[in-house]
């Protein structure tokens, strides 16, 4: 068996980041090919399944990649949470029937790509959850279920930038 695959927080991580990547492409083919309605119940979709795993690696998981990524690294995964909560709460509650402009479409589509590379770079890091000691794993484990039973959604989470670029760099 895979490593990987033998750890709990791992299977749970890429169980999240799977569900996630679907609802991605889901709200992208909406957005390529739909309404605003449409594209509004995938929106919905994706920020329902998305919070839960984007609040455990804010503010659980990436403190402690930082480490290892460095500060100006993990800033950016913190950016490109953001850029796809942005697409998210841009879609969120529209009903309109009527098909996106142009310029409305490039620009969800940009940052939903954006999201999209960043799921797929982020998942490499299960990894990382890999080399801590079954302890350390059960505890963030532990801390991932919590999140999922609180299910706050994407569109709740305050954005969030790495705590401080220093703190990273003494450890």
Do not use: N
């Not at 994407?154 to 930038?161: A, F, K, T």
């Amino acid at each position: 068996m895979h490593p990987h695959c033998e750890s709990p927080l791992a299977q749970a991580f890429i169980e999240d980041h799977q569900k996630v990547t679907r609802a991605l492409v889901g709200l992208r083919d909406a957005v390529e090919r739909g309404t605003l309605a449409e594209a509004s119940a995938r929106a919905q979709e994706l920020d329902r399944v998305a919070g839960p795993h984007m609040e455990f690696e804010e503010k659980v998981f990436y403190p402690q990649v930082a480490r290892m990524l460095g500060a100006e690294d993990t800033a950016m995964l913190y950016a490109e949470h953001h850029e796809g909560q942005e697409v998210v709460k841009a879609l969120l509650g529209k009903e309109a029937a009527e098909p996106f402009s142009d310029g409305e479409r490039t620009r969800l589509l940009r940052g939903l790509q954006t999201a999209f590379e960043h799921v797929l770079s982020c998942g490499t890091l299960v990894s990382h959850v890999t080399t801590l000691d079954a302890q350390d794993q059960a505890r963030l484990l532990e801390r991932l279920l919590a999140f999922r039973e609180r299910g706050r959604r994407w569109s709740e989470l305050p954005h969030r930038e790495l705590p401080t670029a220093t703190a990273t760099r003494g450890e």
